[in-house]
């Protein structure tokens, strides 16, 4: 069969109307365009793609043996699925997203199947290459069943099929498509399978009819008809590609529409022109530009990254001529040394002919994608022998099965390692070896270096768990942080920070898993103030306990509505005073301030409430007070704020958020040698940055005029307001400035920056005991005895006590608390 | 399957269980230059 270089030039300025766009779409004054041009490029594929594959789907497959159905997937996969791999991998590896979940749902194009599955869409040109993948393995072989049902294999059928295919998604599209048309509509294969059918049934209505020549009456003027129609579908496409990106619900109804006229009108306009093509030097560039579209389609946006960056300032002109030049010079590169030695070794179709039933192939619409005809006898031999599974000549499809293994079963032990899951990283190692040392036995001459490196492999895989189980027995870390060995302090941890490390993210851990504390027991604020409420009679697991929250919202015991004798004290506070505790009977102060009332005999019976919330800052908890702690009659708030809004106070923010450390990986041994790289090129990268200079210091006046000290200031004029007595309280840290200096680093290398910390926390000391002088409210050191105590198990991590240390805190407050009190009439004795 | 076994039990083994203990020396150097590390806190969003 011949080849159509018309059709070869169509595919060629298809590829390269995707990738020139695709360059310019990030520069502003091109962008409208260039996104509607890219859009609409896409399209004529589809279409192409259904009219080329149309004659190997009607007179190869269907009515055919099982065999030819069989060939016909395998000459489609070993056409589109190496370079595709290739691609991925490559793309993948420059966006840091090899081997993770997005890349296994590209490798077998589900990333796009019933919508955006993806989280990074890394390769934003693959959705329609599954468009494709999906529609050979679905349309030929339902076809095909379809035939066999029914006992028939005419045109009839064919056409009543491809119609009954487009009819089914259109009335999915109509029904079920979501509303968010680009991402999960357009680019969804369930919604746009029957683009690629329009150009089959465009086959079909042309078969019979071929193109006359142009040099003839009918022949000019059908030129000028399609050359009017291409001209009046290429306007309505792009304009309704840029009224459905811009949000025309309309538009987007119409788009599969006018694409598949548009690329029918397309492909019809080549079909004719096809003798102005037959020119040698015209036909050798058509061809060519066909042969490299592919790789052109695939590689484009890897040239786009690599290249755009360092070249942004050039005049566009010049930028886009080097662009095409890399992306054609590469793509011509990778057809010869890759593409075509594959479809060289692609298996042929059987001449069989079983059911005469319509005439051989018609030439007019030959393609390069068109099957040639089996040649000679000894082809059928070799095929028979492929297909047998004996012999080694035709190893591809086992290659290509294999490589999709080792691939998938690494994704596995990756995704296992990161996730510190060692009883699937172990088996998922083991496996991707034993496949990678059976793909290589058939790595023709690279076999004997291959199966060297999957030997290797093999042997480390089993070594690994061993090699690992002695790294931790000699460094002393910890398979996994557990509350039966907590290493939160410095002394407990034996300053070893990578054991804090294991306890830290098993400690945050309780705190955000999605059944744990954060996603069970706060829901969205309904009045959009408050970064979140806490739900009313909500209850989580942490650690080894059950926090609840009472029906007032509050942490702990239910409480009265009305408070009758009681006199009600609310701990207005953050996550220090909530609580976070590690055991069943542990309390957090606030509950043991109220033991501690209990059994020291009042005169008028005492009440604590722990109105402290995680991640609450002051600022919150002023709303808090006003919606949930005033209706409720309180006789004295106790404020204890500090870490939450120390950003106010200058305090920097973490300057490296980039910056590798350690996390806890299913293989200890692996994870740090792998630590190690990442820091060595962190360093290398970071070489010419000095390191922050010392924290910032602020004045009493500075201080008094900043965000937090008007918070405060709001607290005191809100109590006063209302008639409640305030006591401001100060805030303890495991760390403070006499601190030595590596207990400081110890906490500094999770708490960063550590002396910014330390300073902001101080400078809040300070500014509660100024305001406090200033408005003659009360104030409790609560840091005597408990602020920088760092050796004595005080604390979790920087700010949240210990069982003991909420007991000190209790203990400290009561102290405090019980002359304030007695100015109130309430006499306590202490015990 | 159990030819598979036999075909790559039959070796070469001397040379792969070289370069593994190689790497695992390589790994234990290295992972040794990080077991103090700091390590990085990201908070909740």
């Not at chain 1, 149309?54 to 007179?59: K, N, S």
Request: aromatic content about 12%; overall charge positive; glycine content about 6%.
């Amino acid at each position: 069969m011949k080849r159509s270089p018309a059709l070869d030039f169509l595919r060629g300025a298809a590829a390269f109307a995707v990738a020139v766009p695709h360059y310019l779409t990030t520069n502003a004054p091109f962008r409208p365009a260039a996104d509607a041009v890219a859009v609409a490029g896409v399209e004529v594929f589809f279409v192409l793609s259904g009219f080329v594959l149309a004659p190997q789907i009607v007179y190869w497959v269907i009515g055919k043996p099982w065999r030819n159905l069989g060939v016909f997937l395998a000459r489609r996969w070993m056409r589109t699925i190496p370079p595709y791999v290739v691609a991925l991998i490559i793309v993948a590896l420059m966006t840091g997203n090899l081997l993770t979940a997005d890349f296994l749902r590209y490798l077998f194009y589900v990333e796009n199947l019933f919508g955006a599955a993806n989280q990074i869409d890394f390769y934003p040109v693959a959705w329609s290459l599954a468009v494709e993948e999906w529609f050979y393995l679905l349309f030929a072989p339902l076809l095909f069943l379809v035939g066999r049902l029914v006992g028939r294999s005419d045109r009839r059928l064919d056409a009543a099929f491809a119609i009954i295919v487009i009819v089914a998604v259109a009335a999915l599209r109509l029904f079920f498509a979501p509303h968010d048309w680009d991402l999960n509509v357009r680019r969804v294969t369930l919604f746009r399978i029957d683009s690629i059918v329009w150009g089959y049934l465009l086959y079909l209505m042309l078969e019979k009819h071929p193109a006359p020549s142009l040099k003839t009456k009918a022949g000019s003027r059908r030129f000028a008809a399609l050359a009017a129609l291409v001209a009046a579908s290429t306007v309505a496409e792009l304009s309704l590609a840029g009224l459905a990106v811009g949000g025309s619900a309309a538009a987007q109804q119409a788009f599969p529409y006018s694409s598949a006229l548009f690329g029918m009108a397309g492909v019809g306009f080549f079909r004719q022109t096809d003798e102005a093509f037959r020119g040698r030097l015209v036909s050798a560039f058509s061809v060519w530009l066909g042969r490299i579209s592919y790789s052109a389609y695939l590689f484009h946006i890897l040239v786009v990254m690599a290249m755009k960056p360092r070249i942004a300032d050039w005049p566009i002109g010049l930028q886009l001529a080097l662009y095409l030049t890399i992306v054609s010079a590469l793509s011509t590169l990778f057809w010869r040394a890759f593409e075509r030695p594959i479809l060289a070794a692609r298996p042929d179709y059987v001449r069989r002919p079983l059911i005469r039933r319509f005439a051989l192939p018609s030439p007019v619409n030959g393609t390069r994608d068109s099957p040639p005809l089996p040649q000679r006898a000894s082809r059928d031999a070799r095929l028979k022998t492929w297909y047998a599974g004996k012999g080694r000549g035709q190893p591809w499809l086992w290659m290509l099965a294999l490589g999709l293994g080792v691939i998938a079963a690494a994704t596995l032990a990756r995704n296992a390692f990161m996730a510190n899951e060692p009883y699937l990283f172990y088996p998922a190692l083991v496996a991707t070896a034993v496949i990678a040392m059976a793909l290589a036995e058939r790595a023709g001459r690279f076999a004997s270096g291959a199966g060297l490196a999957a030997r290797t492999f093999f042997l480390f895989a089993l070594a690994l768990p061993c090699a690992d189980a002695f790294y931790r027995s000699s460094t002393g870390v910890p398979i996994a942080g557990s509350v039966a060995e907590p290493t939160y302090s410095y002394r407990v941890a034996r300053q070893n920070p990578a054991a804090f490390a294991m306890w830290w993210f098993y400690y945050l851990n309780e705190w955000i898993r999605d059944d744990g504390i954060r996603g069970t027991i706060e829901k969205p604020d309904l009045q959009k103030k408050l970064p979140f409420v806490l739900v009313p009679g909500s209850s989580a697991r942490m650690f080894n306990t059950t926090i609840r929250i009472n029906s007032a919202g509050f942490r702990g015991p239910e409480i009265a509505k009305e408070k009758g004798e009681l006199f009600r004290i609310f701990a207005l506070g953050e996550s220090q005073t909530f609580g976070p505790t590690l055991r069943d009977g542990e309390k957090p102060w606030p509950e043991r301030l109220q033991g501690l009332f209990d059994r020291a005999a009042c005169s008028r019976p005492v009440e604590v409430v722990n109105a402290g919330t995680e991640a609450y800052t002051l600022e919150d908890n002023l709303e808090r007070l006003r919606r949930d702690i005033l209706p409720l009659k309180p006789d004295l708030i106790l404020s204890t704020h500090g870490m939450n809004g120390l950003l106010a106070l200058g305090l920097r923010q973490q300057a490296e958020p980039n910056e590798p450390g350690v996390r806890p990986r299913a293989s200890a041994l692996l994870g740090r040698a792998v630590l190690t790289i990442e820091r060595a090129l962190h360093d290398w990268r970071t070489r010419h940055e000095s390191p922050p200079g010392p924290p910032p210091t602020l004045s009493d006046e500075a201080l008094l005029k900043s965000r937090y000290a008007e918070a405060y200031r709001k607290l005191i004029a809100l109590t006063r307001e209302n008639r409640v007595p305030l006591v401001l309280a100060t805030s303890s840290m495991a760390v403070s400035e006499n601190s030595p200096r590596e207990v400081k680093e110890f906490y500094g290398a999770v708490f960063k920056p550590i002396d910014d910390i330390i300073a902001a926390d101080a400078a809040h000391n300070r500014l509660v005991r100024l305001l406090a002088q200033e408005s003659g409210v009360p104030v409790i050191d609560a840091v005597a005895g408990l602020d920088g105590v760092w050796d004595d198990d005080l604390y979790l991590d920087i700010v949240h006590f210990t069982d003991r240390g909420h007991e000190r805190m209790a203990e400290a407050m009561f102290r405090e608390l019980t002359p304030i009190l007695e100015k109130q009439s309430v006499a306590c004795s202490s015990h | 399957m159990v030819e598979f076994v036999m075909r790559q039990a039959r070796g070469p083994w001397a040379a792969p269980a070289l370069i593994c203990l190689l790497v695992v020396v390589l790994l234990f150097a290295l992972a040794g230059q990080t077991v103090n590390a700091p390590f990085v806190y990201t908070p909740p969003a």
